[in-house]
């Protein structure tokens, strides 16, 4: 087999449940559970690694609905700014998901994503081991089997932070925290809980409540845990689980010495966000450094820095053009999409008179997705002095282009191809959207290069400029980021 990364992602790609599978799974009810665990650390134990060393990874693990990216990519950027000092840390991993451009962006080396090359070689020596090594524990999982995608890339962050001797690891949950692949590691060095929510509830469960007992699932016994203020139900599940397991939780308000650092968007929800990544990133560094001492009245100006400076993709980015103005933010909640729609008004408002404002907006595969219209509709609407909303909303699906398709990275078999093909929630969207806005022109477009093509048309060659919002799914974000960079933007 050629064992480059076009390769190596076909491979992955194979890895992935199909879409009659997941189908068949919800309608049975099966989920994941303890046995999900068990085949995690079979595989771990097949690649050849233990508990020991894990450990030397010193973990940060952060769990949420909302928000666990843009935690971890805080506590990664500040820790940054110590190894740039010569440390410690020296050498930092960063896991997070989904990808935004490429697949190798989920496994960061100093905040970098790993080169292709990188990636290839690591990813072959974990495929060939399984193979190799495919009868150890065969009670937790099938002889010679692989795991599922998301599991496989998290197999690979260790074996890839190992073989690089990376020193500290700062690790974002998939789905959940009790079940997830990330949850083999049964001594972080501090665990983080993000804002809490409704998701994944074929997975998790259709409560907040119950949704929390599978995040307080990362809580581990003698590792400081934090979290953020939290509706009542799922704040009580996680002071009770934290009770439970002996684990010292702390809820974290706003931290104080934010006040006067400059975090953007200059939001309530960004700054819960901040706040867990400080708790976390001392905590991280006084493990390391015995001699770091956190001040309780000011933030070093490393974190400072840190804060100010994170990068984090496709999270309300705004990107001008001559006649467009492209506000891109990869929410996906019910929630997430309000704090979303009142950042772009806030945004056009900021900016003085705007054009004609467009959505473009997709959500594949669920089909709960049509409830979001509402919050965002009316989001926009109330945040606007003149109540204006969307003049043009055009419904895309996640293919990435017009005519060549999907690119690699992005190839997807959890979604329903013929859904797809009929544009079938890009209907849906349609006709709730018509009753939210009657007077909105929508547009319904296959691809998100012909979805853009299609924004910049409708923007007028004069002054004032068109204003965009590209939101509903990451995917759909990343596909528009290469596209208005260069398909390889990262
Ligand atoms: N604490 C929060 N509360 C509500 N919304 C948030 C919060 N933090 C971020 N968001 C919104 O959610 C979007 C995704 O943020 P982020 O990538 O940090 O979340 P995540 O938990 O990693 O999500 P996922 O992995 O499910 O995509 C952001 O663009 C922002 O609009
Ligand atoms: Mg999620
Ligand atoms: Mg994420």
New binding site residues.
């Given amino acids: 087999m050629a064992r480059t990364y076009n390769e190596a992602i076909d491979a992955l790609n194979s890895l992935q449940t199909p879409f009659a599978v997941i189908e068949a799974r919800r309608s049975a009810g099966i989920r994941p559970d303890a046995a999900s665990l068990r085949e995690m650390r079979a595989y771990l134990a097949r690649v050849g690694y233990t508990q020991t060393d894990l450990s030397k990874l010193n973990v940060v693990h952060v769990a949420?609905?909302?928000?666990?990216?843009?935690?971890c990519?805080f506590v990664d950027s500040i820790l940054s700014r110590y190894r740039q000092r010569g440390g410690p840390p020296t050498r930092i991993g960063l896991f997070?998901?989904?990808h935004l451009i490429a697949v190798r962006e989920r496994i960061r080396i100093d905040s970098v994503p790993i080169s292709e090359e990188t990636f290839a070689k690591y990813f072959f020596e974990v495929w060939d081991l399984l193979e190799t090594n495919g009868s150890v524990e065969p009670e937790a999982a099938a002889p010679g089997s692989r795991p599922i995608y998301s599991r496989f890339l998290t197999l690979l962050s260790y074996h890839v932070f190992l073989s690089e001797g990376v020193n500290v690891a700062v690790y974002?949950t998939g789905i959940g925290g009790e079940y997830d692949a990330t949850n083999v590691v049964d001594h972080p060095i501090a665990t983080g809980i993000?804002?809490l929510?409704i998701?994944h509830v074929y997975v998790l469960g259709d409560t907040v409540d119950k949704i929390a007992w599978h995040k307080a699932g990362i809580m581990k016994p003698g590792c400081p845990a934090f979290t953020?203020e939290q509706v009542p139900s799922a704040a009580e599940v996680l002071k009770k689980r934290a009770v439970e397991k002996g684990v010292d939780l702390r809820v974290l308000d706003v931290d104080p010495r934010l006040a006067g650092v400059k975090i953007r968007p200059d939001a309530t929800?960004?700054k819960?966000?901040a706040s867990l990544a400080i708790a976390l990133a001392e905590t991280a560094l006084k493990t390391l450094d015995p001699a770091f001492t956190p001040s309780p009245d000011r933030l070093p100006a490393e974190f400072v820095d840190g804060l100010e400076h994170v990068v984090?993709r496709?999270?309300?980015e705004v990107k001008a053009e001559d006649s467009v103005i492209w506000h891109v933010?990869?929410?996906?909640?019910a929630?997430?999409l309000k704090?979303?729609a009142r950042?772009f008004v806030g945004e056009c408002a900021a900016r003085g008179p705007a054009g004609p404002r467009v959505l473009i907006f997709n959500q594949q595969g669920r089909s709960e997705a049509v409830d979001f219209l509402d919050g965002l509709c009316n989001t926009v609407k109330k945040e606007d002095p003149k109540g204006k909303g969307f003049e043009h909303v055009i419904f895309c699906t996640n293919v990435t282009y017009a005519e060549a398709g999907y690119k690699r990275d992005f190839v997807n078999h959890q979604y329903n191809p013929t859904d797809i093909k009929k544009m079938t929630m890009q209907n849906i969207f349609a006709e709730r959207w018509k009753t939210l806005d009657p007077d909105a022109n929508i547009l319904l477009i296959p691809s998100i290069e012909a979805a853009i093509k299609t924004a910049r048309g409708l923007a007028g060659t004069d002054a004032p400029k068109l204003q965009a919002l590209i939101t509903g799914s990451?995917h759909l974000v990343g596909g528009a980021l290469g596209i208005l960079e260069g398909a390889d933007a990262l």
């Fill in positions: 949420g609905t909302k928000g666990k990216g843009s935690t990519a997070t998901s989904p974002e993000s804002t929510g998701d953020v929800f960004q819960r966000n984090w496709g999270r309300c933010d990869g929410a996906h909640t929630d997430s704090m979303a950042w990451l």
